[in-house]
């Protein structure tokens, strides 16, 4: 009986994933941009980054050569077969993420409610990542998979995960110094050397010569020069946007699609230099602190004398086995929150890699009956209120007026302190079971 209503519920559930995709494909916003370049690509044009290659000058063709090259066959099918693969995939991508995050130490004995109130603390940026088709479920899941075989010593995977996710979308760079502090340096070659070789081998196809000025071109469009898609792209939320939103006199008039209905919320009229300068201090000492966190963290165990530890382990050698590999994903979780808050452009999509942190304090609050674990515990309930109830409310005004406002950085920054405390708390907690002995001989003759 159990099993035939598990049959019947995974039925169910394949089936609403085939309706849903007849729903999703009809209106997809940033896939038709990537089917517009295939199409270019296709018909014999080579400039990729030409204004009229893709969508025209907004919707334009932002990745590298690689990835168009390497999704050629869906350019060569009918739009809706197309679209409808490309939807298949990114189900199967998300399906993925949640089989990376079931085999985090602890994460398998998560109660079925814990689970549900995670997915509801991430669900619209899900929901909003099928509806646009965007490539950057792909740069996730890569991801979450390169940290997955870094830490199972399966580096080469690992880096080729990692060089693709970097080649797909720039921001996960920002993870590299997290792999260094953990004595990764061999992952860290891979990943230099097979993030050249990815994107030397649209050479195949162009040349040499025209692949390497495709490149320099994308460096120039998309890494050098982003004030145009700052202007017309979409809300950014890292800190940087933040700043900008409050701080100065955005004009929205300037944004070239008509899309110009967004309420000023600034509270002074400072100039944009003297808010980016802000964020790239704030920034940078965000990103330092975070290193230090880790750094600490991973480096706390390395002090105990040679002996000390042997005997520390022969005693609590379980106990802190399972304390190292739960710290890790906490680590990488804090890490996660701190690239989408230092950012230079953090757009709403790009929080569906908050699933990975929350998974984290889910788990963490469900294992840790302390102040730190009933602090995730509430952090994450309060987040999927939000989550799930403003999304809900009426009214374009009142969504936008939630987007300048940056709702979604605040509960970033929400996740990025629970993190933060429940790392605190780990490693407070390892360095008294990882005591020397002459520690804890020590310790006692003190106590009267």
Not at 48 to 69: C, E, I, N, T
Not at 288 to 297: D, H, P, Q, Y
Not at 345 to 369: D, E, G, Q, R
Not at 380 to 397: C, E, W
């Amino acid at each position: 009986m159990q099993n035939r209503s598990r049959i019947l519920l995974m039925v169910a559930i394949a089936a609403a994933v085939v309706a849903l995709g007849l729903v999703f494909i009809r209106n997809l916003i940033d896939f038709p941009v990537y089917y517009a370049a295939g199409r270019s690509l296709i018909s014999g044009r080579r400039d990729l980054y030409a204004p009229d290659f893709a969508a025209g000058q907004v919707m334009d063709y932002r990745y590298p050569p690689f990835f168009l090259l390497a999704f050629l066959p869906l350019w060569a099918m009918p739009y809706a077969v197309a679209a409808y693969t490309w939807y298949l995939l990114n189900v199967l991508l998300i399906t993925g993420c949640i089989v990376v995050l079931r085999r985090m130490p602890g994460a398998k004995r998560l109660k079925t409610s814990a689970w549900s109130v995670s997915a509801l603390a991430v669900a619209q940026y899900y929901v909003m990542a099928l509806h646009y088709g965007n490539a950057h479920l792909i740069a996730t899941f890569l991801l979450f998979a390169a940290f997955y075989f870094a830490f199972r010593e399966k580096n080469l995977v690992g880096a080729l995960a990692m060089s693709l996710a970097i080649t797909i979308k720039l921001t996960p760079v920002l993870l590299l110094p997290y792999f260094g502090l953990k004595g990764k340096r061999r992952l860290l070659v891979l990943i230099g050397g097979l993030l050249i070789a990815v994107n030397l081998v649209p050479a195949a196809y162009f040349g040499f010569d025209e692949n390497m000025e495709l490149l320099k071109g994308w460096y120039h469009h998309v890494v050098a020069d982003q004030e145009f898609h700052e202007i017309n792209g979409p809300i950014n939320l890292s800190l940087k946007g933040q700043l900008r939103r409050y701080f100065t006199r955005v004009d929205y008039t300037q944004r070239v699609d008509g899309d110009v209905q967004y309420p000023s919320i600034n509270v002074a009229s400072l100039t944009v230099e003297q808010t980016d300068t802000a964020w790239m201090v704030i920034g940078a000492l965000a990103f330092a602190s975070a290193l230090a966190l880790v750094w600490k963290t991973t480096r706390r165990n390395m002090r105990h004398r040679a002996e000390e530890r042997h005997q520390a382990l022969a005693e609590h050698g379980s106990k802190e086995r399972r304390w190292l590999d739960a710290c890790a994903p906490l680590e990488f979780g804090v890490m996660i929150c701190v690239g989408l808050l230092v950012g230079p452009l953090t757009s709403k999509i790009y929080f569906i890699a908050l699933i990975w942190p929350i998974v984290c304090m889910s788990n963490f609050a469900a294992h840790n009956p302390t102040r730190a674990g009933r602090f995730s515990h509430r952090a994450l309930l309060l987040i999927a209120v939000i989550n799930s109830v403003l999304p809900l409310l009426p009214g374009r005004s009142i969504q936008r007026l939630l987007l300048v406002l940056g709702v979604d950085f605040y509960v970033n920054c929400l996740v990025l302190a629970a993190l933060t405390y429940a790392l605190i708390e780990s490693r407070l907690s390892v360095a008294r079971l990882t005591a020397g002995p002459q520690m804890r001989d020590l310790s006692t003759s003190r106590t009267p």
